[in-house]
C-alpha cells in the first residue's frame, strides 16, 4: 500500500478524469465505487487494477480481503485524504473505496445467444441509471447479455456501473450500430421482439422463440419506425392510465420476465 | 406577466428553496419542471399557481397555452434571467419553464381500493427516482394509487416529479407509517402481497385476489420480516443470475403488470 498526498496529485487527477467517457475511453480504465460492487467484482474473479480508499476509513473485514487479493495480484493499492477521494468519486460523502478496471471487450461476440433464451437489446437508451438497471434485470433473468444499440449512454460511466449493482461485471455486453447489429443478428437463429405500440400483439399472448432479442428504445423517442418493421414481433405492454409509455428500463424488464415465463 | 431581475430577488430564493423537503413542508408548495410536464398538469385540470420561465426563450404554442391559462386563473407569471432559472432548477441547462403547485393531500382515504384491481405500496423506498418511476407504472397499470408507508422519498422532490412523467398529478397517492396503513387495510378486503425471498410462491403462479396491495421494500435491506409475515401472499420473483436483488421499482412493476394480468 501507497501513500498518496495532495489534491493535484496526477494519480488523483487520473484516477477523477475517468469520469468522463472520452478519458475512459482513451485509458480503456473505468471506475467502480463502493466496497460491495467491489466485493461483488472479487466474487466473479475480477480484481481492480488500481484499489483507492481514504485515510480514517474503518475497518472492514471484507475490505481487507480485497486488499490482499489486489496486493497479491501485482495491483495498486493506495492511501488518499478524504478530500482527494471526495475529488476523485465527485462525492461529499464519498464511499470509502473505489477500483479501477480495464473495460471489457463489447464486441457482439461477447453475446452467446445459444447460452441463454433471450437477450435483451437496448436502442440509443441515453439514460446511464436506465442502462446500469437494464443490465442488473439482464442478471436476474439469466440473459445471454445486454445489446447496446446506437448511441447508448456508456455502460462503463460510473452512474451505470451503480445502477447495475455488479451486472456490470457478470452480464456479456456488446455496442454496435443498428445496422451491424442486424446483418449479425440475421446470420443466426436468434427472433427480434419490439417493444411498440404500433400493429402489435398483446405481450402476454404473442409467439416468443428462443433465442429471444428483446429490444426497447430510446426514453423519448422509443424506437425508429423502420427498426420496428425489421423486428420479427411486435408487442405491446397495456397503458391503461393516462401516459402512453412506461420507463424504458421497465418497459424491458416486464417483457423480458414474460419472455422468461413463456421459453423458459 | 411579470419581470423579475437579480438573483437574489426574494421570489428567486423562495422558488429555489422549494427545492428542498424543509421549505416545499413549510409553504405545501411544490416544483415541476418542464413545459411537457406542465402541459400534463394542465391536461389533467391542474395549473401552476406560479408559472416561470426564461427572457429570451423560444416561442412555443403549448408555452402560450400555459401562459394564458395560469393568466386566466389568476395565477402568477414571472419572467427571469437564465441565470436565475438555472438558481431555481439547480441546473446549468435549465428547462426553459417551471411552475409551483400546491401539495396534494396524502391521506389513507385518498386510495379508492374499489377503484381498480391494484394498488402499489412502497415501503421506505428512498431513491426519489425509483418513487417517481413507481409512480408512472401506477398509471400504466391503473392503479387505485400507490401508498407511501414508513419513510419514502419525497414524491414531491423535483427528482421524483420528474421521473413520474407526468404521474404525480394522476395517481392518488398516500403517505402513512406502517400501523397506519395496516390498520386503515384491515378495515376493508385488501389482500396484502410482498416481494419477498422467504416462503413464498412464485410470483406467476400465485392466488392473487382483488383489491389487491402489492408492496416493495427498501432498495438495501428489502421488507422488514415481521411486515412480511403480515402479509396475506409473499411471491417471489426468479434471480436466475448472480445477484439476489431486483431495483424496487422494477420488481413493483414486474408484480404490478402480473397482478394485473390476472385480475384484470
Known amino acids: ?34 466496497l460491495r460492487l467491489l466485493t461483488d467484482a472479487r466474487e466473479t474473479g475480477l480484481l481492480p487494477e488500481v484499489l483507492v480508499m481514504a485515510e ?11 486488499i490482499a487479493d489486489v ?10 485524504s478524504e478530500a482527494a477521494l471526495s475529488k476523485i468519486t465527485g462525492k461529499d460523502n464519498p464511499q470509502a473505496v473505489c477500483g479501477v478496471f480495464a473495460e471489457f471487450d463489447t464486441s457482439l461476440d461477447r453475446i452467446d445467444s445459444d447460452a441463454a433464451p433471450l437477450v ?23 440473459a445471454g447479455g445486454v445489446v447496446l444499440v ?16 455488479g451486472a456490470i461485471f457478470t452480464v456479456p455486453i456488446a455496442q454496435a450500430p443498428w445496422d451491424a447489429f442486424r446483418d449479425w443478428l440475421r446470420k ?27 429490444m426497447v428504445g430510446n426514453e423519448s423517442r422509443g424506437l ?27 418497459a424491458g424488464a416486464v417483457l423480458a420476465y414474460e419472455v422468461l415465463a413463456k421459453l423458459r
Do not use: W
Not at 405492454?237 to 421497465?250: E, F, H, T, W, Y
Open 56 to 66: 480514517g476509513r474503518e475497518s472492514h473485514s471484507l475490505l481487507d480481503a480485497l
Open 224 to 250: 425508429p419506425e423502420d427498426y420496428e418493421a425489421e423486428c420479427d414481433l411486435r408487442v405491446t405492454i397495456p397503458m391503461l392510465g393516462r401516459a402512453d409509455s412506461l420507463n424504458a428500463s421497465i
Open 150 to 165: 446506437d448511441d447508448c449512454a456508456d455502460p462503463f460511466s460510473v452512474e451505470a456501473v451503480r445502477a447495475s449493482m
Open 188 to 214: 443466426g437463429p436468434g427472433q427480434l421482439v419490439a417493444a411498440s405500440l404500433r400493429d402489435s400483439h398483446d405481450y402476454r399472448d404473442a409467439p416468443y422463440a428462443a433465442p429471444c432479442f428483446v
Open 120 to 142: 435483451l437489446v437496448a436502442q440509443a437508451m441515453r439514460d446511464p441509471g436506465n442502462l446500469g438497471t437494464m443490465l442488473r434485470t439482464a442478471d436476474a433473468v439469466g
Open 1 to 34: 500500500m501507497r501513500r498518496i498526498t495532495g489534491l493535484s496529485n496526477p494519480t488523483v487527477k487520473y484516477l477523477r478524469s475517468l469520469r468522463e467517457k472520452k478519458h475512459r475511453r482513451r485509458e480503456g480504465k473505468f471506475l467502480a465505487e463502493g
Open 71 to 80: 496486493e497479491a495480484a501485482g495491483g495498486d493499492v493506495i492511501e488518499v
